[in-house]
């Protein structure tokens, strides 16, 4: 059996580090101030089929330990997440999305289903599934269709299965003691933050905060010809404790939909 440390590291940290340099560069600038990273959570997108769908993307996790600890609603964004956590508290949160395919155009419907119809046989039993990347080909045209009507769906049928983005667990940093010096001292790099419904989502009367880089642009083959588009972006994340005293370990809704936009063309 493969073990944790090849799915996270080896496979969904690789894969997401290569489309999205500006992590290295954050990590180096954190490092410089002699800081550990550590990672809150990694976030994963597929589509609402019995193909694809949450379960099948869990199952790697799930026979790893995970176990799910959480459900959310994006109703704007017709979408449906769930999160997973692991007994060791050490290892990151899994939160996985997926598009409520039942709400969409036919039109986004079949081409979605074109799609995974191209899935060699066996591919979402596979132990790095999270991680298998696009598994279909994919015209520009359709990218562009689908964009129109979900950025979410256009970013799937462009990359795949991958990690999203991963996010940096503000609390454990020694130097920063609040989110907002964070993005002051990431904005002082020249990196440029979601703004969408403010800088920073959520409040620790919510018990979380979070704000996010805006995703790098990386060159993508498609079957009529290469374009750039958003790829992955970073996340940061800061806990608050609950009345009982324990660090609040799941997701706000009004803020993880904030998040999303991160990979729009918009932004």
Known sequence: MHTLQELLDENL????????????????????????????????RTFGDPRVG???????????????????TFIE??????HYEHPDAGQPKIFISELKLEQCSPALRNC???????????ASRAWYFPGSGRLWQLSYQQYESLRVESEYAAWVAAF???AN????????????DSLQNLNM??????????VAGGEIKGSPTVFLEQSATLADKVTVEFSDGVSTIPACYYEFARRYPMPDG??????VEKSADKIFHSTDHSS
């Open 13 to 44: 940290w690789q894969q997401y580090i290569t489309l999205n340099p500006q992590v290295k560069v954050i990590h180096r600038l954190l490092r410089a101030r002699d800081e550990r990273i550590v990672n809150d959570h990694i976030a994963m």
């Open 54 to 72: 949450i379960a099948v993307m869990a199952q790697p996790f799930v026979q790893l330990g995970y176990r799910p600890a959480g459900n959310y």
């Open 77 to 82: 964004k017709k979408l449906r997440a769930t």
């Open 112 to 122: 979605v289903d074109g799609l995974l119809d191209q899935m060699p046989p066996g």
């Open 160 to 162: 795949g299965f991958m």
């Open 165 to 176: 983005h991963f996010t940096v667990l503000v609390n454990t940093l020694k130097t920063f």
């Open 185 to 194: 001292f990431l904005r002082g790099h020249g990196f440029k933050l979601n």
């Open 246 to 251: 324990r660090l609040y370990q799941g997701f």
